[in-house]
């Protein structure tokens, strides 16, 4: 992994935990790469790599069921089901040939094709997590601060701006 700052933590149930940056997420072959995420969800813009991918790396084990995605800079904790997620989610890290910005959720975003409504589903748009720092791969599901009601998600989304 390179020297620059980390973006996105990987860690828990994996063989090898990572810490990678923007140039490990661009480096990953081409194959693993996602050069236009609207083609998932026609209301978001970028460019990323597979889920697939970075788990590969990480070398995920056997037992592992769930995801948990923190975005430290909100408080931020979603729980996913691995196998529901693990071969279409995406992670975004680019926009137009720079780094994801935080208007646009950067500088990683992770996206779910077709999520349904929030809290209508463990796959909802919520899932789609802003300003993600760390996967953590449990075998229970994690830490989940999604909002259960429509004030909530509101009071969410002012916060994030």
Not at 58 to 73: C, F, G, K, N, Q
Not at 95 to 119: D, E, S, T, W
């Amino acid at each position: 992994m390179s020297d620059q700052p980390t973006l996105l933590i990987v860690d828990g149930a994996v063989a090898k935990p990572l810490r990678l940056s923007f140039d490990d997420l661009a480096g990953l072959p081409a194959a693993d790469r996602v050069d236009d995420i609207s083609r998932f969800h026609p209301n978001r813009q970028g460019s990323g790599v597979t889920l697939e991918a970075v788990l590969r790396l990480a070398e995920v084990s056997p037992e592992a069921r769930y995801i948990t995605l923190h975005a430290d800079r909100d408080d931020f904790h979603v729980p996913v089901p691995l196998q529901a997620v693990r071969a279409e989610a995406v992670i975004v890290f680019h926009l137009n040939g720079v780094p994801l910005g935080p208007k646009h959720g950067g500088p990683i975003r992770f996206i779910i094709p077709n999520p349904a409504a929030c809290h209508t589903d463990e796959l909802d748009d919520c899932a789609n997590v802003k300003y993600l720092s760390r996967m953590e791969v449990t075998t229970g599901r994690g830490r989940d601060t999604r909002p259960t009601t429509d004030a909530e998600h509101a009071a969410l989304h002012e916060k994030q701006g």
